[in-house]
């Protein structure tokens, strides 16, 4: 299950986290967030024993997401063993995503 993360809970549901963790940079007011959504659900239901997905709020959480560079939303930041791996910006497709996820398990 998606678990909605903060500045004080990153290290411990990201940094820290056994599994490789999918970070959601998102905005509730962003068109592209909100359609990519119910995407990241489904992987989350495929990959529940793979990856965490992290949903992490830009306009809460500004602090994250300068320190990670987050420019637009949505980006999605994978991250193994609490360092970065890959990145994608915007509104991406299904398969993009789940070709880095089989690259991580």
């Keep these: 299950m998606s ?3 903060n500045a004080e ?3 411990a549901e990201v940094l820290n986290s056994k599994l490789p963790v999918l970070a ?5 007011s962003c ?7 119910p995407v990241l659900a489904e992987i ?9 997905i992290a949903k992490i ?3 809460f959480d500004a602090e994250l997401a300068e320190k990670y560079e987050v420019q637009a939303a949505p980006t999605l930041i994978f991250f193994k063993g ?3 791996t890959e990145r994608l910006i ?7 995503i789940t070709e880095i996820i089989e690259k991580l398990k």
């Design 90 to 96: 915007g509104a991406v497709k299904k398969s993009e």
């Design 3 to 5: 678990v909605r993360v």
């Design 9 to 11: 809970s990153f290290e």
């Design 24 to 28: 959601d940079f998102y905005s509730d």
């Design 31 to 37: 068109v592209p967030c909100k359609r990519l959504s």
């Design 82 to 84: 609490g360092q970065e």
């Design 57 to 59: 709020n830009i306009n």
């Design 44 to 52: 989350e239901e495929r990959y529940a024993d793979s990856i965490n």
